[in-house]
């Protein structure tokens, strides 16, 4: 099986500054766009633009995760990239934003023995001993553009909150899942060179549907037109002052998010092979299309900072999605340049020992986070990048 995927890139925005005697501080919020500090008024047109990718791999880097898992298979049931991309203009004097936005999806949960399976397979390794694999694999991919409309709105003092409906034109997707299993038997070396030649019996539920076949279909002669899609999602994002020098805010991305596909491709058959059947295997099933609903997976990301001083401030940031959840701890120094003051920070994400810097100012800023500076042996990355401007 060969499962393709593209990393695409996030940005992130915020401007939420307060000033006093020392200068300005800008609270690192790489979660969030905020245009202007809550209680201010709305005097000018604000632009932001944004671009974020996120990825975790635990049992494979990343790289071979994206490409032929040639890499020593580390343990792992899970594996995934997200990324999106936004510009937004929100006109002076006004409570709703207009934008244009971006977003990929490709997440996959499986278990590690369908992970050893399938590394045995791609490396044509054999079994060393005589066993039985349980097989799950279930994938989630979602390619999208689209607008979205906002409104924002003071909840309560020092608490807004924003809501934005998404319209999304579709262009790829995936969403499906195998079960069942797999048993080999002990052979003498000289008759055995990798896993398919060990096979002793196999069961196999496979139901899937797809833009483009990947599961070799077309060797079937099955050259089905790309669906047509279109959707629609929600987000969220509430942020406010828990006290004088401690802010919060929290996002939210495509809830209630669905995709409607015209007559999309779709494969479901049962695979049973049996090195004593006669015949040795049979295949069952249908391919076929169907206007399908697909669900998009939501992701949730948080940011909690604190202002221990006019230099220092610590944080904590979190996101969740489908399949895991992640958490950052930071720490950030508030530099003393008065023409463009800037705030450092650093990072570090204890699930998985990935470092990260951050740099922000009042008109953009960047963030980097992996647990390698070596792309070909990381295991988890992101980078955000980010922009804004008043007139």
């Known amino acids: 099986m060969i499962v393709s995927a593209i990393v695409s890139t996030s940005t992130i925005a915020q401007s939420n500054r307060v ?3 020392a200068g300005v501080n800008f609270y690192l919020n790489p979660q969030t766009i905020n245009f202007v500090d809550i209680n201010a008024e709305i005097t000018d047109t604000q632009s932001a633009w944004t671009v974020m ?9 990343i790289s071979e995760f994206l490409d032929d898992w040639d890499a020593p298979l580390g343990s792992g049931d899970h594996a995934y990239v997200q990324g999106r991309a936004s510009f937004e203009i929100r006109p002076a004097n006004s409570a709703i934003s207009y934008g244009l936005g971006w977003r990929y999806d490709y997440l996959m949960s499986f278990s590690e023995q369908t992970a050893k399976v399938y590394w045995q ?3 044509q390794l054999p079994p060393s001993t005589s066993q039985t694999y349980p097989l799950y694999l279930e994938a989630k991919h979602n390619e999208r553009v689209g607008a979205n409309i906002g409104f924002t709105k003071k909840v309560l003092p020092n608490w807004q909150l924003t809501t934005r409906a998404n ?3 579709g262009l790829h997707a995936l969403d499906g899942k195998i079960i069942g299993d797999l048993s080999t ?3 003498p070396a000289s008759e055995m060179t990798n896993i398919r030649d060990s096979l002793d019996e196999t069961h196999a539920d496979i139901n899937y549907y797809y833009d483009k076949p990947a599961l070799g279909e077309e060797n079937l002669g099955w050259n089905p037109n790309k669906p047509s899609g279109y959707g629609y999602s929600f987000d969220l994002q509430l942020k406010g002052d828990l006290s004088e020098n401690t802010k919060l805010s929290i996002d939210a991305y ?8 015209k007559e999309m491709p779709s494969t479901r058959y049962t695979l049973d092979y049996d090195i004593n059947g006669r015949p040795l295997y049979t295949i069952e099933g249908q391919l076929d299309t169907d206007d399908v609903t697909q669900t998009l997976p939501w992701r949730v990301e948080g940011s909690l900072q604190h202002q221990i001083n006019n230099h220092w401030q610590l944080g904590l940031q979190g996101q969740v999605n489908d399949i895991q959840d992640l958490y950052q701890l930071s720490a950030g120094y508030q530099t003393d340049y008065r023409t463009y003051p800037m705030t450092i920070t650093g990072l570090i994400e204890p699930q998985t020992h990935a470092l990260g810097l951050a740099l922000d100012s009042q008109y953009g800023g960047i963030r980097l986070l992996t647990d390698s500076l070596n792309w070909d042996e990381a295991k988890r990355s992101e980078v955000s990048l980010y922009g804004q401007y008043a007139w």
């Open 19 to 21: 000033d006093n005697d």
């Open 53 to 61: 990718a996120t990825a975790h791999s635990p049992a494979q880097p």
């Open 121 to 123: 397979y791609e490396n």
């Open 167 to 169: 319209i999304w034109q």
């Open 185 to 187: 038997i002990g052979l």
């Open 254 to 261: 495509d809830v209630l998010g669905r995709m409607h596909w």
